[in-house]
């Protein structure tokens, strides 16, 4: 019989440590979908922000502005490369233009509102 019981209490205890950790899980998750999510080379920006672009403002970037930033984020994203990386450098130099041609398109369209 105390055999019983003790499988009995373990089993319980296996249970509530279990829903415990589910709803830990669970809240750290929705914390962490809360939190800012940023690109490198690019401001803070939350989840609502990056469905709409911003209105214009004073400080819409000039084209000159966003043809340093694109270089300079070209050549940050060239700088991240290794040999490591699963692309070759050419590759990895593409995906740099592709990406840091999406930045510029997305500048230009909030520069233009």
């Not at 502005?65 to 050549?75: D, F, N, P, R, V």
Request: aromatic share 4%.
């Amino acid at each position: 019989m105390v055999k019983l019981a003790n499988r009995s209490v373990r089993r319980t205890a296996l249970k509530a440590l279990l829903v415990g950790s589910s709803l830990l899980v669970s809240a750290a998750t929705a914390t962490l979908a809360q939190q800012v999510r940023t690109v490198p080379g690019t401001p803070a920006t939350t989840n609502n922000e990056l469905q709409s672009p911003p209105a214009r403002n004073h400080d819409t970037p000039t084209e000159q502005e966003i043809s340093a930033k694109s270089a300079q984020w070209h050549a940050e994203c060239m700088r991240d490369w290794d040999q490591q990386t699963h692309m070759t450098k050419q590759e990895w130099f593409h995906a740099c233009e592709r990406t840091v041609d999406d930045r510029v398109q997305w500048l230009r369209g909030v520069s233009k509102q």
